[in-house]
């Protein structure tokens, strides 16, 4: 039986068993949400531990008590539409590559702020989000402060079987965002060839590819050489995090990127994108191992490859 069957036939257990066992883990919550320095909220869900922390002015939801180790999101209470990390700003470089998408699919919703940015930025868009941990879902609309506007869905299931049941209906989105890893655990049966394929399938004929990565593991040649497999050439975005953008059909000419690029800047310099940024990050150089073996379904180390440092990336 394929690895991906066994973690989808999983996942769907955990969810058959509702809230009330997601609830019934360790729980934690400060009386006082409004604390300045702190954990404002601990719980231990079906599928990881949660920390909500306040430090002056910046909220994190983390998989790590630690501090700053394992920040899956971060907002500032203050200007809740500046985006704090650089991966957020890097995707939203799709909008490079397609500067007027009319149906978007997300999978991983964390603290919710890149679908936050979009809904505002975009408030005809069709949004779809989903998210297999309806823990983190809760925590987003109440730690930060996720408002799914009413053409936003939240789907509370395991990424792969969304789209696999999606293929059937061909929605044809027109964005599709990866960003279901975490700092120290990817789900593997979401990095092969044959998942990278269903999704290709539910994605409209010019489609954009958007996926959050990283650069500094040995995962770096299998992934990269699995994503040109399946979609060829790809611009390639790093600052900490890598992200992999691409488009069906072809990638867009410089004078098309540079043209989508001054539509959008404004609205991405009031969230903190400076002007230039993301251009000056765009490059399709191939600096991976070009004999890295495809990651498929029957071989997909990608956790042990994530362990080890890549030399010399």
Same mark, same amino acid.
Request: net charge positive; hydrophobic share 40%; aromatic share 8%.
């Given at each position: =039986?394929?690895? &991906?069957?066994?973690?989808?036939?999983?996942?769907?257990?955990?969810?058959?068993?509702?809230?009330?066992?997601?609830?019934?883990?360790?729980?934690?919550?400060?009386?006082?949400?409004?604390? $300045?320095?702190?954990?404002? #909220?601990?719980?231990?869900?079906?599928?990881?531990?949660? !920390?909500?922390?306040? /430090?002056? /002015?910046?909220?994190?939801?983390?998989?790590?008590?630690? @501090?700053?180790?394992?920040?899956?999101?971060? $907002?500032?209470?203050?200007?809740?539409? #500046?985006?704090?990390?650089?991966?957020? #700003?890097?995707?939203?470089?799709?909008?490079?590559? /397609?500067?007027?998408?009319?149906?978007?699919?997300?999978?991983?919703?964390?603290?919710?702020?890149?679908?936050?940015?979009?809904?505002? =930025?975009?408030?005809?868009?069709?949004?779809?989000?989903?998210?297999?941990?309806?823990?983190?879902?809760?925590?987003?609309?109440?730690?930060?402060? !996720?408002? +799914?506007?009413?053409?936003?869905?939240?789907?509370?299931?395991?990424?792969?079987?969304?789209?696999? @049941?999606?293929?059937?209906?061909? +929605?044809?989105?027109?964005?599709? =965002?990866?960003?279901?890893?975490?700092? /120290?655990?990817? +789900?593997? #049966?979401?990095?092969?060839?044959?998942?990278?394929?269903?999704?290709?399938?539910? =994605?409209?004929? @010019?489609?954009?590819?958007?996926?959050?990565?990283?650069?500094?593991?040995?995962?770096?040649?299998?992934?990269?050489?699995?994503?040109?497999?399946?979609?060829?050439?790809?611009?390639?975005? $790093?600052?900490?995090?890598?992200?992999?953008?691409?488009?069906?059909? %072809?990638?867009?000419?410089?004078?098309?990127?540079?043209?989508?690029?001054? $539509? &959008?800047?404004?609205?991405?310099?009031?969230?903190?994108?400076? @002007?230039?940024?993301?251009?000056?990050?765009?490059?399709?150089?191939?600096?991976?191992?070009?004999?890295?073996?495809?990651?498929?379904?029957?071989?997909?180390?990608?956790?042990?490859?994530?362990?080890?440092?890549? %030399?010399?990336?």
């Amino acid at each position: =039986m394929k690895r &991906w069957l066994l973690t989808a036939l999983t996942a769907a257990a955990a969810m058959s068993l509702g809230a009330s066992s997601t609830q019934a883990g360790s729980f934690f919550e400060s009386p006082n949400v409004s604390a $300045k320095t702190g954990v404002l #909220h601990e719980e231990r869900s079906l599928y990881r531990n949660l !920390f909500v922390r306040q /430090d002056g /002015d910046e909220r994190c939801l983390l998989f790590r008590a630690r @501090r700053n180790v394992g920040r899956e999101s971060c $907002k500032l209470m203050s200007n809740p539409d #500046h985006l704090i990390f650089d991966y957020t #700003h890097m995707m939203l470089a799709a909008l490079y590559v /397609d500067p007027a998408p009319k149906k978007i699919l997300i999978i991983g919703l964390g603290g919710a702020t890149i679908p936050d940015a979009l809904q505002k =930025m975009m408030p005809g868009v069709q949004l779809d989000i989903v998210e297999i941990d309806p823990a983190v879902d809760r925590v987003a609309r109440k730690y930060f402060d !996720f408002k +799914p506007g009413p053409r936003t869905r939240v789907f509370v299931e395991d990424g792969r079987v969304f789209v696999k @049941r999606a293929a059937r209906q061909k +929605p044809n989105y027109d964005l599709v =965002m990866l960003d279901a890893f975490a700092e /120290d655990y990817i +789900p593997e #049966h979401m990095l092969t060839r044959e998942f990278l394929q269903e999704v290709k399938s539910i =994605m409209a004929p @010019r489609g954009v590819l958007a996926a959050n990565t990283w650069s500094t593991s040995e995962l770096y040649d299998y992934e990269s050489a699995t994503y040109a497999d399946v979609f060829g050439p790809f611009y390639n975005l $790093k600052s900490g995090n890598r992200i992999i953008l691409t488009r069906l059909g %072809g990638l867009p000419a410089p004078e098309e990127l540079r043209a989508n690029a001054a $539509k &959008w800047d404004p609205q991405l310099l009031r969230r903190g994108v400076a @002007r230039g940024e993301l251009m000056g990050m765009i490059n399709t150089r191939v600096d991976w191992d070009t004999k890295a073996r495809v990651l498929t379904d029957q071989y997909s180390p990608s956790n042990v490859l994530n362990a080890r440092k890549r %030399g010399g990336g």
